[in-house]
């Protein structure tokens, strides 16, 4: 009997995972920077960091993926959750 082959190499899997990581940690760390000059502490801080999560995870999702993650990654949700928390 023949075995069904993958269709993800895991050493892909791993790369996509790892630069979405260090996408996240750089937006993270501009994000932060932006906040701290721009005043933003407590909840406005919170918030602001909410707003460019999700415009990062948007921009991996429509430029990095061309709108089709379930080719790059297992699951079509890590494109949005992947190195969020």
Not at 46 to 60: D, E, H, R, W
Request: charged share 10%; hydrophobic share 45%; proline share 2%.
């Amino acid at each position: 009997m023949a075995t069904q082959a993958s269709l993800y190499v895991p050493e892909n899997i791993v790369h996509n995972v790892k630069t979405i990581t260090f996408i996240r940690s750089s937006m993270s760390a501009i994000t932060g920077s932006a906040a701290g000059i721009l005043g933003l502490t407590g909840y406005f801080g919170f918030i602001f960091y909410g707003i460019t999560a999700l415009f990062t995870s948007f921009l991996i999702w429509a430029l990095k993926t061309q709108a089709k993650p379930g080719i790059y990654f297992r699951s079509r949700t890590d494109v949005w959750t992947e190195g969020v928390f």
